[in-house]
């Protein structure tokens, strides 16, 4: 990774061109870069990604210009959004159509808080939400409560009224606490499918969930979602045991969607919904963003600065 000039963006008739105050590494971003599984590497390219250099999901800033038939927006607008699988967002200008995953930033967070919010929470909610049904008292486990997406789920899924168990480890058992989660399980001390507890919806953000013992763990018709569901044996597991039991194995692709973005921009200035930032770094240093996203030990958030960073 390397830190270019290119051109600046113009946009189209129909597209808003936004300065970039702030962007995030993901863990999506990192699995991108590395190309490492077959469907990342057929439709971005191999050995390396040839449909678009620039990597960065999620993003917040203000409109820079406008396209002549552009309606909702206008310039000097403060905006958060999801850049989709064209990515393009670790950069300083994205030209994004107006009607895609685009909103007014929430006015209670900062341009580095909102741009953690498009992918993660985004995610969950087309898990939770409309791949899981989730419903008010059910019981619901999020293995990986600590990263993006799993902090998201925690603050849906009790938003939505479940009774949530966190997985996450040692570190940050707190964490998960405070946004939430009614009891939380460090998984580097017990095995949540040996003690017998059953769940409503298993939601593993990580894709590293033991796939049998979490199928043990459902009740009789519980729904097991898996974010990270792109290799061959996991989903032919997970088609069969749909076929043949009441259980469910889903997974899929979360499409980011404005209205979704409305949704939670709701939820955050009412207070149910927060991002937590474990690190910004500066553009410049993006690829050091990506070595400490990969280590595996982030707790939430790895934020990426750009241009004017004295904005709110």
Known sequence: MQLQEVEKPTPKANEILIKIYATTVTSADRR???????PVRFFYGFPRPKKNTILGSELAGEIEA???????FKVGDPVFAGAGIGLGANAEYICLPETGAVAI???????EEAAAIPFGATTSLFFLRDKGKIQRGQEVLIYGASGALGMAAVQLAKFFGAQVTGVCRTAKLDLVKSLGADSV???TQ???TQNGKTYDIIFDTSGKSPFAGCLKSLKPDGRYLRAVHINLLPILRGLWTSMTSRKQVMG???????EDLLFLKELIEAGKIRSVIDRCYPLEQTAEAHRYVEQGGKKGNVVITVGQQNKG
Not at 32 to 38: E, G, H, Q
Not at 66 to 72: A, D
Not at 252 to 258: D, F, H, S, T
Request: proline letters at 3%.
């Open 185 to 187: 399980i460090d998984y």
């Open 32 to 38: 991108i870069r590395k190309a490492d599984s077959f």
């Open 66 to 72: 406008v396209g002549k038939n552009v309606k909702q």
């Open 252 to 258: 899929g692709v979360a499409i980011e969607r404005q």
């Open 105 to 111: 930033k929430p006015t209670n967070m900062t341009y």
């Open 190 to 192: 017990e095995d949540f």
